[in-house]
């Protein structure tokens, strides 16, 4: 009998398992249906329509491949949400709530508790991850246990801040003493790619500097917060953490009309950026901690190391199946070099494994939009419309939520994806004659978040390197494009970021500088002593956190 040799879109369909043959250690135990959420401290109950929640990882069945369901949570109206506002503002009271002047001290005692009761949850969180976004199961214990390492590091920045701030100073007869203060009302937005680790990049920053917050999860990736409700309720007191579902579009506009926002902090796109925050009645008083789209540029050139350049490409382009606002979207490459690259990108690109995420090893995962796909489909098929080739074998083959990786080249600024954030498994090879082709790109982009330049020409990186710095907000040279390490900053120009985060820059872009002050003379001097001595004010204070 001769074998039939399978076809690549065959064996894509084969990753696929029927239900009974998931792996134990990573199923769930069953379909999560959330019917509570987080409002002035209660649990409340749900009883309205819900949304349910289908996995990117389908399912063999004898009616072909589903999308596995794995629960649903509230889709709550804008009266849940009002509700939720006032919880929040009542918390503040106008920065005299029992939080907002709470001393740091307990504040973080209080972060420090959430953080051990997180812990408890990390096996239906990270098993949560993987199966709402479609993350390799290695990668989700990665995002938990960086969202953990992020907020004992948030602990201890805001422990140096304080201990800095415990002095006196004095000028010009003037003695003070300057602290950061909360903001006032939070709305904090994640976005669906690290669902926990980004959202906690702004959340607990938030909360640690004593705002309040109404919290709204991705529409990818809500069921795992769930288990850590009950976290927030134990550990902070009420109205101080709210949560909020249902459609962004129908809840949202209310808050940013009613003027109680004071923190509008989003991952997510620069056009819901804009239309929300032209929504707030008094933007001069709205604070925007951005994080947006992005179109991050690699630029290759003959003095790179050929290998090195593939291999960060590699990683810079695909690392969650390329679905990070960080992710190198556009690859300048010269064109002496060009052909040589592509061939080795594609080389390369074909020894990744595709697969579930259960699967030890796998690189490229399913998808976790449904309507991904079909745009990837999109930009490809117009590439190769305007004189594109697809150069690796078997690139842009779909089966369902599975998409292998394409790499397009010679791409040219007549293609959708020369413009377009694909945010997904594509690689886009574009030839130049002359360096100032890419430094024109990044000048005419919207966007400005990052670049990668591959060279080990002193002058010819020193010249790419002060042009570059004053278009986009990091220059890495002979790596990737990436967020870390946490405690540098992260942020970008035009359309790409507004505000800066990292450990330290988290902390003060949600909070304000804030000073007590008086004139230098024997009275003064009596009062304040009396009142630091006695510990009769957490905001004038020599109290000294170890």
């Not at 999860?217 to 769930?226: A, D």
């Not at 305007?386 to 690139?395: D, Y």
Request: charged letters at 20%; aromatic letters at 8%.
């Amino acid at each position: 009998m001769v074998e039939t040799k399978l076809s690549f879109e065959e064996l894509l369909h084969e990753k696929f398992v029927t239900a009974d043959a998931i792996p134990e250690k990573f199923a769930l135990p069953g379909e999560i249906n959330q019917r509570e959420y987080l409002s002035n401290g209660e649990m409340k109950q749900w009883n309205g329509t819900v949304h349910p929640v289908y996995s990117p990882i389908c399912v063999n069945t004898p009616e072909g491949l589903q999308r596995k369901l794995i629960g649903s949570y509230p889709i709550c109206t804008e009266a849940e949400a009002a509700e939720a506002l006032d919880a929040a503002v009542k918390a503040y009271d106008n920065g005299r709530g029992e939080w907002p002047t709470m001393n740091v001290a307990q504040r973080i005692a209080c972060v420090a508790k959430f953080t051990a009761k997180m812990l408890e949850q990390k096996d239906i969180v990270v098993k949560l991850i993987m199966w709402e976004i479609g993350k390799s199961y290695a990668d989700s214990v990665k995002e938990f246990d960086r969202t953990v390492e992020y907020i004992n590091a948030t602990i201890d920045a805001l422990k140096g801040i304080d201990r800095e701030a415990s002095r006196f100073e004095g000028e010009q007869g003037i003695v003070a003493q300057v602290r950061r203060s909360p903001l006032g009302v939070v709305l904090c937005m994640g976005p669906f790619n690290y669902p926990l680790n980004e959202t906690f990049t702004t959340l607990i920053p938030a909360i640690i500097m004593g705002n309040t917050l109404l919290f709204k999860p991705p529409k990818h990736g809500t069921l795992l917060h769930y288990p850590l409700l009950q976290a927030f309720q134990e550990c902070f007191p009420k109205g101080v953490v709210n949560t909020i579902y249902g459609r962004g579009n129908t809840i949202v506009p209310g808050l940013m009309q009613s003027g109680k926002i004071d923190v509008l902090t989003l991952i997510g796109s620069s056009r819901v950026a804009n239309e929300l925050k032209k929504l707030h009645p008094k933007v001069n008083r709205l604070r925007a901690i951005l994080g947006l789209d992005a179109k991050n540029a690699a630029i290759i050139t003959p003095k790179a190391d050929l290998k090195q350049a593939v291999q960060e490409t590699v990683l810079g382009s695909l690392s969650f199946n390329g679905q990070r606002c960080t992710a190198l979207k556009i690859i300048f490459v010269h064109r002496s070099i060009a052909h040589a690259f592509s061939k080795q990108l594609s080389e390369e690109v074909n020894k990744l494994k595709i697969g579930m995420p259960w699967e030890p090893g796998v690189a490229l995962t399913p998808l976790p939009e449904p309507g991904k796909p079909a745009y990837l489909k999109d930009i490809i098929d117009d590439a190769v419309a305007h004189g594109a080739k697809v150069v690796n074998e078997n690139g842009g083959v779909t089966v369902e939520s599975l998409v292998f990786p394409a790499v397009l080249y010679p791409v040219n600024d007549q293609m959708k994806v020369y413009r377009e954030e694909q945010f997904g498994p594509v690689i886009p090879v574009v030839p130049y004659d002359d360096l100032e082709t890419p430094i024109q790109y990044l000048i005419d982009s919207t966007h400005g978040q990052q670049v990668s330049i591959f060279s080990y020409d002193k002058n010819e990186v020193a010249s790419l390197i002060d042009p570059l710095m004053n278009q986009v907000s990091r220059v890495n040279i002979n790596c990737q494009c990436q967020r870390g390490p946490d405690v540098f900053p992260f942020t970008g120009r035009k359309d790409s970021a507004e505000g800066t985060l990292s450990v330290v820059d988290a902390l003060r872009s949600f909070s304000i500088r804030s000073l007590v002050a008086t004139k230098l003379n024997d009275a003064n001097t009596q009062l304040f002593n009396d009142i630091v001595s006695e510990n009769l004010c957490n905001s004038l204070s020599r109290k000294y956190i170890f």
